[in-house]
C-alpha cells in the first residue's frame, strides 16, 4: 500500500477546530478522507480518543460500536493510534453528518440544525464539541 501525509486535522473519534476556514470546507475535506479506502491506517499526531469518545457518546448515547470501543481501551489500556478508516466511518461523529438518524440525534441538542444539510449538522456538532 502506498504512503502519503495529509494534515486536516483529523482525529480518531473527532476533528479539530475551526481556526480558519469554513464549516463547509472542513466538511468537505473530511468527506474525502472518508472516501478514501476502508483499510487506511490513521496516524494522527495527538491521542484525544478518550475525550472524542466521551463527546461522541454525548451525542449519541446509544452507539453500541462506540461504547465497545470506549471499553475495549479501558478494558487492554491500549493505545488507539493508529486506527482504522473502516472503524472511524462508524463511531466518528464528524463522519456521519450525512446519516439520518444521527442528524436526528444532533437536532436533539440543536434545534436549529437542518436534518437535510450535513454541513449544518457539521457546523452545530463542531459548536458543540468546543463548548464540551
Known sequence: ?????????????????????????MYDSLEKLKNLDSRLDIYCGHEYSLANIEF???????????????????????????GKLEHQRIVNPFLRCNDKHFAECVSELDPSVDTTDPVSVFAALRRMKDKF
Not at 500500500?1 to 470546507?25: D, N, T, W, Y
Not at 461522541?56 to 493508529?82: F, M, Y
Open 56 to 82: 461522541a457518546l454525548a451525542i449519541e448515547p446509544q452507539n453500541l460500536a462506540i461504547r465497545r470501543w470506549k471499553d475495549s481501551i479501558h478494558k487492554h489500556g491500549k493505545v488507539t493510534v493508529p
Open 1 to 25: 500500500m502506498a504512503h502519503f501525509f495529509v494534515e486536516i486535522h483529523f482525529f480518531l473519534g473527532g476533528c479539530g477546530r475551526l481556526f480558519e476556514g469554513s464549516p463547509k470546507q
